[in-house]
């Protein structure tokens, strides 16, 4: 992708400088964009990737829950995802018609076959890996303030030795939900989630490592799940493709169990 990857004149100018005598200037970091709201972050982020960002993604997964025991439990899960605001998971195997879609603004859960009563809500990472590059600004943003993200509240941070733009919280803050968007890749590398199990609040941390070009797309190929500061879930993508024709049928809940798709 034209945006990953440096120009050849970029490149060259390096080789410009040495050749024309003298002794290089010093390589000066640039300062960062005036942000001052995550909005502002959005609207980066929507303009960098403007017409070249995958419209679907399909993909497979082994996935490992680790219990508090330190025990690990190894699945597969197949996902089928359509920007925006689609995104379907089947938990393999097949048979067992278990899994969880995303579609219209709701959430529909499936265990054998059977539909649990849906429930209202966005998912916060498809919002932020692939649906915030192809929907207006006013869209994701009015999303992720229904999921409870203070898009008013910016910080400049580094995880991973990146410089990075920390939308939903103040400095020293690490509960409160918010995002980190690298500010060269205009990539997500955390999301981090506070919400309430019964009578406790809970905090999420997901973190998104190993981002490849597939098709000239970023794709983040390792995603880890921290909960309350512990490693809990981690997934591990294989069979990648982007710009892949998914039939409508699939992100219909009426149609779920006649829908799978054998890959």
């Given at each position: 992708?034209?945006?990953?990857?440096?120009?050849?004149?970029?490149?060259?100018?390096?080789?410009?400088?040495?050749?024309?005598?003298g002794?290089?200037?010093p390589e000066?970091?640039?300062?960062?964009p005036?942000?001052?709201?995550?909005?502002?972050?959005?609207?980066?982020?929507?303009?960098?990737?403007?017409?070249?960002?995958?419209?679907?993604?399909?993909?497979?997964?082994?996935?490992?829950?680790?219990?508090?025991?330190?025990?690990?439990?190894?699945?597969?899960?197949?996902?089928?995802?359509?920007?925006?605001?689609?995104?379907?998971?089947?938990?393999?195997?097949?048979?067992?018609?278990?899994?969880?879609?995303?579609?219209?603004?709701?959430?529909?859960?499936?265990?054998?076959?059977?539909?649990?009563?849906?429930?209202r809500?966005?998912?916060?990472?498809?919002?932020?890996?692939?649906?915030?590059?192809?929907?207006?600004?006013?869209?994701?943003?009015?999303q992720?303030?229904?999921?409870?993200?203070?898009?008013?509240?910016?910080?400049?941070?580094?995880?991973?030795?990146?410089?990075?733009?920390v939308v939903?919280?103040?400095?020293?803050?690490?509960?409160?939900?918010?995002?980190?968007?690298d500010?060269?890749?205009?990539?997500?590398?955390?999301?981090?989630?506070?919400d309430?199990?019964?009578?406790?609040?809970?905090?999420?941390?997901?973190?998104?490592?190993?981002?490849?070009?597939?098709?000239?797309?970023?794709?983040?190929?390792?995603?880890?799940?921290h909960?309350?500061?512990?490693?809990?879930?981690?997934?591990?993508?294989f069979?990648?493709?982007?710009?892949?024709?998914?039939?409508?049928?699939?992100?219909?809940?009426?149609?779920?169990?006649?829908?799978q798709?054998?890959?």
């Amino acid at each position: 992708m034209p945006a990953l990857r440096p120009t050849l004149a970029a490149c060259a100018l390096p080789l410009v400088l040495a050749c024309a005598g003298g002794t290089p200037a010093p390589e000066t970091r640039t300062p960062p964009p005036a942000f001052t709201s995550g909005r502002q972050v959005l609207q980066a982020m929507r303009a960098r990737y403007d017409g070249n960002f995958y419209t679907s993604l399909s993909f497979a997964q082994n996935t490992t829950t680790i219990t508090t025991t330190g025990r690990e439990i190894k699945g597969v899960w197949n996902e089928y995802l359509v920007v925006p605001g689609r995104l379907r998971i089947d938990y393999l195997p097949l048979a067992t018609r278990s899994g969880v879609l995303y579609a219209g603004g709701r959430i529909h859960a499936f265990a054998d076959g059977k539909p649990q009563p849906p429930q209202r809500g966005w998912n916060a990472l498809q919002l932020l890996i692939a649906d915030v590059y192809g929907q207006p600004v006013d869209t994701t943003a009015l999303q992720l303030d229904s999921l409870g993200f203070d898009l008013a509240t910016l910080h400049q941070g580094r995880w991973q030795d990146r410089d990075m733009w920390v939308v939903g919280a103040r400095p020293g803050d690490s509960t409160t939900s918010q995002f980190w968007i690298d500010r060269d890749s205009l990539l997500v590398r955390r999301v981090i989630q506070r919400d309430t199990r019964g009578s406790r609040p809970v905090v999420t941390d997901v973190r998104f490592y190993r981002y490849q070009s597939v098709g000239g797309y970023p794709v983040a190929f390792d995603v880890h799940f921290h909960r309350d500061g512990r490693l809990y879930f981690k997934e591990e993508y294989f069979d990648v493709r982007a710009n892949v024709p998914i039939p409508p049928e699939v992100f219909d809940p009426a149609k779920w169990a006649v829908s799978q798709i054998k890959r």
